[in-house]
Nanobody, 126 residues
Framework: QVQLVESGGGLVQAGGSLRLSCAASGRTFSRNAMGWFRQAPGKEREFVAAINWSGSNTPYADSVKGRFTISRDNAKRTVALQMNSLKPEDTAVYYC???????????????????WGQGTQVTVSS
């Protein structure tokens, strides 16, 4: 079993930065892709970024490309999302997720991820 716990959310002004972290416990992590997704009020959950087990593959949603950076520390079993130049439209609950299938990809489809954290709220004021 895998447990994922996000932290680092909060309230920030537009143009500011936040760093989200996701800590994983359980038997698997270092060979698994990780993803960040978000869900804004009244909207479907959407892909934000992903990272494969080695960090060599890091796809991003077009809406965050150039502003957000995903990274991971396999020794510490954590994945981070550095968010810069935040906009009000980035306001959402952010979730980290783990893909149980070992491979080189960084999946962008929600259906590829079996394990999810509880989410952390990010609010960007204008």
């Amino acid at each position: 079993q895998v447990q994922l716990v996000e932290s680092g959310g909060g309230l920030v002004q537009a143009g500011g930065s936040l760093r989200l972290s996701c800590a994983a416990s359980g038997r698997t992590f270092s060979r698994n892709a990780m993803g960040w997704f978000r869900q804004a009020p009244g909207k479907e959950r959407e892909f934000v970024a992903a990272i494969n087990w080695s960090g060599s593959n890091t796809p991003y949603a077009d809406s965050v490309k150039g502003r957000f950076t995903i990274s991971r520390d396999n020794a510490k079993r954590t994945v981070a999302l550095q968010m810069n130049s935040l906009k009000p439209e980035d306001t959402a609950v952010y979730y980290c997720a783990l893909d149980p299938v070992v491979g080189w990809g960084g999946p962008i489809e929600e259906s590829e991820y079996d394990y999810w954290g509880q989410g952390t709220q990010v609010t960007v004021s204008s």
